[in-house]
Each structure stands twice: as C-alpha cells, then as structure tokens.
Antibody, heavy 122, light 115 residues
Framework: QVQLVQSGAEVKKPGASVKVSCKAS????????FNWVRQAAGQGLEWMGWMNPNSGNTGYAQKFQGRVTMTRDTSISTAYMELSSLTSEDTAVYYC???????????????WGQGSLVTVSS | QAVLTQPSSLSASPGASASLTCTLRSGINVGTYSIHWYQQKPGSPPQYLLR?????????GSGVPSRFSGSKDASANAGILLISGLQSEDEADYYC?????????FGGGTKLTVL
C-alpha cells in the first residue's frame, strides 16, 4: 500500500534551516510528483511548491522563492524540503503530498504524509 | 484581498444539508477554474473530496459518498461544496483550492459543526 512517512519533529532557532524528509513506499517513486503544504497551528493550508522526482524539476510558491529547496534521493525513494532563514512565522506542521497526474491541474493530492512539526524558537 | 475566501465557520443539523462557499477574488472568473475540495479532521492530513469544473467535468474522490457534491454560482463568482444528509462524522474543516498564477492556492477553510 502507498505510504508517505515523514521525519520527526524539529526545534530550530531563528535564522537556522530545517530539512524535512518524506519517504515513499508502495509505488514507483519517480512516477508521481511531490508537493509540500504547511499548516500553522489553528490556521489554514499553505502550498509551498512541487517537485518532479524523476527529473528533479521544481516549482516554488512565490512567497518561498529563495528560501525553499526541494530535492530527492531516488535510491531511497525519499523527497526532501529544506527551508532556510527560519523565523517564528515558519512554526507549522509540514506535509508532503503526492499528486496524481504529473503536470495536470486536474489531478489531486491522493496520499499525504503524517506531517512534521517544525518549531522555531529562541 | 485573498484569492479564495471561505466563511470561517458553519453550523448545521444532522440530516440537513450544508452549502460551503468558496468565493474567488474579483477579477478571477470562477468559470475558468476547477475547484478542488479537501476535508481535514483534527490531527490528520487533508483528504481529497472532489473536483468540480462543470457538470460535464467533475471528479469524485475514491470512496467519497455521493452526498458530497460540487457546483458553481457564477453570479456570486463562487465554488460550492454541498453536503447533504449531514452526519456527525462530517464535522471537519473544509478547504477549497485552485491552480492560479502557477501556484496552488487554498482558501482559508470553513469549520463545519454538525449539531
């Protein structure tokens, strides 16, 4: 069965970087794009960007341009999202999500990771 | 002004219907967008419900009951998620989403209370 298992909670100081992993299993890793979505406590969903794990191509939300990097390691079927220059505003649960139809907005997020809490505090 | 606006909360009784709106910002025509809907329960990631573009182009999520349906109100420039025959298990947060300016944009979410 398809599973996306994310790395554990992290506590970071302002100005630091965090790297969250998302390990996929149960399907061909390179066949589906990954997206990253975050959610601050009690708040709504915020899309951060996408990555094609086959080509490594990425697309980032304008808000995060220059601060986010999405990568992958195909040998271990794992996607990564690294966010730098952290502030308290980045405290949130970060989700990876699989997109069903590469390059097609008519797809949807069918599988999600369990979420990784990132806390930014001095 | 936000791209997508959803009422923050809505209450309805068991067995009744609930209409959740997702209003697009002025200048963004709902007729040209596919509206995606997700349900999120506390402590869990969102789950896909459905996509609505038109009556001839819509998609229901796998295992999603038919009492969840989508539509558009062109006069209000809004997407609508209609939930009929409300059940206690429908109590959740609901988010709309569109692909706009090369990015996925979520509405702020509506907390649906079934009481």
């Amino acid at each position: 069965q398809v599973q996306l298992v994310q790395s554990g909670a992290e506590v970071k100081k302002p100005g630091a970087s965090v790297k969250v992993s998302c390990k996929a299993s149960g399907y061909t890793f390179t066949s589906y794009d990954f997206n990253w979505v975050r959610q601050a406590a009690g708040q709504g969903l915020e899309w951060m960007g996408w990555m094609n794990p086959n080509s490594g191509n990425t697309g980032y939300a304008q808000k995060f341009q220059g601060r986010v990097t999405m990568t992958r390691d195909t040998s271990i079927s794992t996607a990564y999202m690294e966010l730098s220059s952290l502030t308290s505003e980045d405290t949130a649960v970060y989700y990876c999500a699989r997109w069903t139809l590469r390059g097609d907005p008519l797809g949807y997020f069918d599988y999600w990771g369990q979420g990784s809490l990132v806390t930014v505090s001095s | 002004q936000a791209v997508l606006t959803q009422p923050s909360s809505l209450s309805a009784s068991p067995g009744a219907s609930a209409s959740l709106t997702c209003t697009l910002r002025s200048g963004i025509n709902v007729g040209t967008y596919s509206i995606h809907w997700y349900q999120q329960k506390p402590g869990s990631p969102p789950q896909y419900l459905l996509r609505y573009t038109s009556d001839s182009d819509k998609q229901q999520g796998s295992g999603v009951p038919s009492r969840f349906s989508g539509s558009k109100d062109a006069s209000a420039n809004a997407g609508i998620l209609l939930i009929s025959g409300l059940q206690s298990e429908d109590e959740a947060d609901y988010y709309c989403m569109i692909w706009h300016s090369s990015a996925w944009v979520f509405g702020g979410g509506t907390k649906l209370t079934v009481l």
